[in-house]
């Protein structure tokens, strides 16, 4: 006659199953942090690797205070300086675009639009980080250009001011969307507070939204301005291929990232220096693009509001 002790224990077997799940839904997540951990690594070490070959031949004075940047030519010159140049250019102009309409947008979405309006306008503006650059390359080359050129009739097809006008439209909603969500945080006994003072709306916006979301909103900013540095077919279409340092933004320019296509798609032979150029260039606009991500850790964690 069996007794109730020996009955199975169906509560320690189930206990047994949940338990084996969450190990293996840690090790499929900790699988998945792996693969992005290990894939920066391999581009680093493709990167490092690659450039080795090229500074074997040129040296890094040449490389960080040449002005003159021709890999491929019969005579080769290897200043990278004309492409940090044409970089920069497009990436200052697009954040004189960028963070001043993307920032007011975020201040009307958070504190002047109603709900209603902010469900329609926030995804339709967001709808603008789907648009493929390819298509914003075009728009710049065929648009955005013939409209220079009627206020500026000596601008050529290609030119730097009509990159950088589309580069910062692209990134617009990067801006906007992450400092709206940072303002949104805020709390509103830190706006009711300030009403109580006798502070206008705009006050309240300006004086007191926005410094207590400042931490995030620089961090938008930021991570604005690595993805315009990373930018590639909006600058290889309307921005031209000449590397040259000139402060008139009606030129034509050329950037790292158009640079990598041309010689990527060039004749270069594998193996030549004027190739291994393309790990280089590669290599300093990664180190670029990870500065500017760690500064903007370092401006969230330093200058982070928390509430409770």
């Known amino acids: ?160 001011l009509s990159a950088s006008l589309v580069v910062g439209i692209m990134i617009i909603p990067m801006v906007s969307s992450l400092s709206e969500d940072a303002m949104s945080s805020v709390p509103d006994e830190l706006r009711n507070a300030a009403y109580g003072l006798g502070a206008t709306k705009f006050e309240v916006s300006t004086s007191v939204v926005v410094p207590a979301a400042l931490s995030g909103i620089i961090a938008s900013y930021i991570l604005a301005l690595s993805r315009a540095i990373g930018e590639t077919m909006i600058v290889a279409l309307a921005m031209g291929n000449s590397p040259q340092i000139t402060t008139n933004v009606l030129d034509e320019m050329q950037t790292m990232t158009a640079f990598m296509v041309d010689i990527a798609i060039s004749d270069a032979s594998a193996g030549s220096v004027g190739y291994q150029s393309l790990f280089a260039v590669g290599l300093t606009l990664f180190a670029m693009t990870l500065s500017l991500n760690l500064f903007s850790m370092w401006v969230k964690s330093r200058y982070r509001e928390e509430y409770q």
């Open 1 to 160: 006659m069996s007794t109730k002790s020996d009955a199975p224990d169906l509560s320690d077997a189930g206990g047994d199953l949940e338990s084996r799940m969450n190990d293996i839904t840690r090790w499929i997540f900790l699988s998945c942090a792996l693969v992005t951990v290990l894939t920066t690594i391999g581009i680093f070490a493709v990167l490092l690797f690659g450039s080795y070959g090229f500074f074997s031949d040129v040296s890094l004075i040449e490389y960080f205070t040449g002005t003159e940047w021709y890999p491929v030519a019969h005579e080769p010159s290897f200043g990278v300086l004309p492409l940090v140049w044409g970089t920069m250019v497009v990436t200052i102009g697009s954040a004189l675009v960028a963070i001043p309409l993307g920032t007011a947008t975020a201040i009307y979405l958070s504190e002047y639009a109603d709900r209603r309006v902010r469900k329609i306008l926030k995804p339709t503006l967001e709808i603008l980080a789907g648009v493929p650059t390819i298509v914003y390359g075009f728009f710049a080359l065929s648009f955005v250009t013939p409209v220079i050129q009627r206020v500026f009739p000596e601008t050529g097809t290609f030119n730097a």
